[in-house]
């Protein structure tokens, strides 16, 4: 299982990196907003410094040859960059490109198998399903999830599954659970991962003890 953190805020990126489990960050144009990130480019070489490995970006085009011209830019910038494309025709059109110029492709958007299927046969390298907007409006996300790997296992696909819009931590136990490729989730959701009350406790008795034997 490969672990992303999905933000565009350094100090998170920098943070998760520093706890030697991270393999990618996964950004979109609302979470770039929210950072202020005035300069789009500044900021991805900023991330590509701090983590090796897939670093999404995300077009705003939503024409294939837009999405193109855009991507192709954005793939300059590092050899890490990752171009996400939105689930439409056009986006799939351009994955369909970018397969064939050799530039990975996240696929993002996706809310059914249908359109997973679709990324794969494009050549996407990563397809986005987003668990929780599925959740919100009370469909199971993770039924999602288990529906593209069956597909994707039947067919020999090798799109990775990236499961995103992770909520909580049993989305991600869930997710390893049926064998999903990536999760991205934000900075909350891996510090969750780590917390477990029963560690704090067996801590705190361990270092009372110490004290005391040393006092
Ligand atoms: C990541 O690629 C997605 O853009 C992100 O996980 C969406 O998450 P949200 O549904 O919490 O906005």
């Known amino acids: 299982m490969r672990i992303f953190i999905d933000t565009a805020n350094l100090k998170e990126i920098k943070e998760a990196a520093d706890m030697g489990l991270l393999d990618g960050v996964t950004t979109n144009p609302s979470l770039v907003a929210k950072e202020g990130h005035k300069n789009f480019r500044d900021m991805l070489e900023k991330i590509c410094a701090i983590v090796d490995g897939d670093i999404s970006a995300e077009v705003v085009s939503t024409d294939c040859e837009g999405i193109l011209k855009e991507g192709r830019e954005l793939a300059k910038i590092h050899k890490n960059i990752v171009i996400k494309v939105p689930l439409i025709k056009e986006g799939l059109k351009a994955v369909k490109a970018f397969s064939d110029e050799g530039i990975k492709t996240n696929v993002t958007l996706c809310f059914s198998p249908s359109q997973a299927l679709l990324a794969a046969k494009a050549g996407a390298y990563l397809v986005s399903p987003f668990v929780g907007r599925l959740d919100d409006i009370s469909l199971n996300g993770m039924d999602l999830i288990s529906q593209i790997r069956q597909i994707y296992d039947n067919y020999g696909y090798t799109t990775q599954i990236l499961v995103a819009s992770i909520r909580h931590p ?28 029963l560690t704090d406790i067996g801590l705190d008795k361990f270092l009372a003890d110490w004290k005391k034997l040393n006092s």
């Open 170 to 197: 049993m989305h991600f136990v869930d997710s390893c659970m049926i064998g999903a490729d990536v999760c991205t989730m934000p900075f909350k959701v891996i510090e969750q991962l780590a917390k477990h009350p």
